[in-house]
């Protein structure tokens, strides 16, 4: 099919969902070579990327993934993904996940084994003391107590072995990119999604509508900040109960101040790390602290922690104040010790 679909798309046919479905099965599977791949992920590459096309690529590879755990799916389910963000931003999606998790909410993520080192997030929990390669049992009661969990998978999982080589030698960005960060074994319908370009904000909740993750939020910030910007207009999307709903917010809109794009970044991991204990130890102030509070709050909104924005923010408030996070990034930290 791989091959009838690759000449569809370079004549500019329409491909069928089916047949899409196909495809990725045989790409996924080992079944299409790498030449076979290659010339595909070309030829999608100069046609229009739709939300059908990465809707599939995305159920077909989560098959795959999904095997792995047999862990059952609960209503509190919470992922916070970042697509691509400027490194030397503040890692608020991490401080997020302490802020979920504190809020009884199941936050998960997961990695496939060598891009451990790769990972921001994980090399600032290392500096945190939390070891995340200690190895685990996904049913220890003391672990489902955890509400914090990272998922490693493995390279020889069909969808890493047959995609990824491929996706780091294009010299374009390709649909291998896009479904790397959606593929999350527990599939969690509540998810929050930081993009780095306004016209991804309603593709993606689309994308959610038609992956059945109907408790979705899609974030731009102004400046391409994956999160609600400390500067300036935020876009966002909320995919909820099969529609999708869009607006616009400011840091003064929700009661806060805005600051200039160098006020949320970070040198290195260490400072990332220490900020973000001066934060859950209720020390700091400011941009980072700010931008954590707005963004955690969106989180606590879609998932129905706070029936508004507003409360979601007065929630993330109390849950640093009143010590609970910290509480919760303890047992985390001994957890994973």
Excluded at 62 to 72: E, G, L, R
Excluded at 213 to 241: C, D, L, Q, T
Excluded at 314 to 332: M, P, S, W
Aim: proline share 2%; hydrophobic share 40%; with cysteine.
């Amino acid at each position: 099919m791989i091959k009838e679909a690759t000449n569809k798309l370079l004549k500019q046919e329409q491909i069928v969902e089916v047949e899409l479905k196909e495809v990725f099965e045989e790409i996924f599977s080992g079944l299409a070579n790498e030449v076979q791949t290659t010339s595909f992920l070309t030829a999608l590459n100069n046609s229009n990327l739709s939300n059908e096309i990465i809707s599939c690529a995305i159920e077909i590879a989560s098959q795959s993934i999904k095997k792995v755990f047999n862990i059952p799916y609960n209503d509190n389910l919470m992922e916070n993904i970042v697509l691509k963000k400027d490194e030397n931003i503040f890692d608020i999606s991490l401080i997020q996940d302490l802020i979920c998790s504190s809020a009884e909410l199941n936050v998960s993520r997961y990695s496939f084994h060598d891009s451990l080192t790769a990972n921001q997030s994980f090399n600032i929990l290392k500096k945190l003391g939390v070891n995340l390669e200690k190895e685990i049992n996904y049913n220890d009661i003391e672990f489902e107590k955890l509400n914090f969990s990272y998922f490693y998978l493995s390279r020889e999982n069909p969808y890493y072995k047959y995609s990824e080589s491929i996706r780091t030698n294009l010299a374009f960005d390709n649909i291998f990119d896009i479904t790397k960060k959606m593929l999350n074994p527990l599939n969690a319908k509540n998810i929050f999604i930081g993009v780095n370009k306004k016209d991804l904000v309603e593709k993606y909740a689309n994308i959610c509508l038609k992956l059945q993750k109907n408790n979705s939020i899609i974030v731009y910030g102004e400046n391409s900040i994956p999160f609600i910007s400390p500067s300036g207009e935020s876009y966002i999307a909320e995919a909820w109960k099969n529609k999708i709903f869009t607006y616009v917010v400011t840091p003064e809109l929700l009661g806060f101040n805005e600051y200039e794009i160098e006020k949320i970044t970070c040198e290195n991991n260490e400072e990332n790390a220490n900020d973000i204990l001066e934060i859950i130890n209720n020390k700091k102030q400011g941009a980072k602290y700010e931008a954590t509070i707005l963004n955690s709050a969106l989180s606590l909104y879609i998932t129905k922690k706070a029936d508004s924005i507003i409360n979601g923010i007065d929630l993330a408030k109390k849950l640093i104040n009143d010590g609970v996070v910290l509480e919760k990034f303890k047992q985390i930290k001994q957890f994973y010790s």
